[in-house]
């Protein structure tokens, strides 16, 4: 009677003395839907923190080469090509500063976090609806004891 309660447990009893093996236990489980609210807050905190690297790494990559010399370099040769008789060309390390390309940045990453969260919460709607017709995705868990 031990050693078929011990098989009911998941754990086969061996004939000699070894320590018994342990089965993996697996569940099949379908993920019928996924809450638009959930999914919509998620994606937020995501897309911000998605927002904030972009930033911080455009504020990087401008200060690496503003001291490598490239605005400086790339600025002079297109200031005297593009000027004229009556004066000066026009001024790139003026309109590439860090201020303005940080200003950019910020906007493009604004809309990047309302575009992500929208099209998250909408593809949430979408996999409801499509899970309401296929029965949801299917997924195989196992744990190890």
């Excluded at 009677?1 to 569940?27: D, H, Q, S």
């Excluded at 999914?39 to 911000?48: A, D, H, N």
């Amino acid at each position: 009677m031990a050693a078929g309660g011990a098989a009911g447990r998941g754990v086969r009893k061996p004939r000699t003395g070894a320590r018994p093996v342990p089965r993996t236990r697996k569940a099949r489980l379908r993920v019928a839907k996924a809450d638009p609210w959930s999914v919509m807050k998620v994606s937020f905190l995501l897309s911000i923190a998605l927002g904030i690297c972009t930033v911080v790494a455009a504020a990087v990559l401008w200060m690496v080469m503003d001291a490598m010399g490239v605005f400086s370099t790339v600025g002079d040769t297109v200031a005297e090509a593009t000027s004229s008789s009556d004066g000066g060309g026009f001024d790139l390390e003026s309109f590439l500063s860090l201020p303005r390309v940080l200003m950019f940045t910020s906007v493009i990453a604004v809309i990047d976090v309302v575009l992500m969260t929208a099209l998250a919460t909408l593809g949430a709607f979408i996999y409801n609806l499509s899970a309401g017709f296929v029965g949801g995705v299917e997924l195989t868990l196992a744990e190890d004891e």
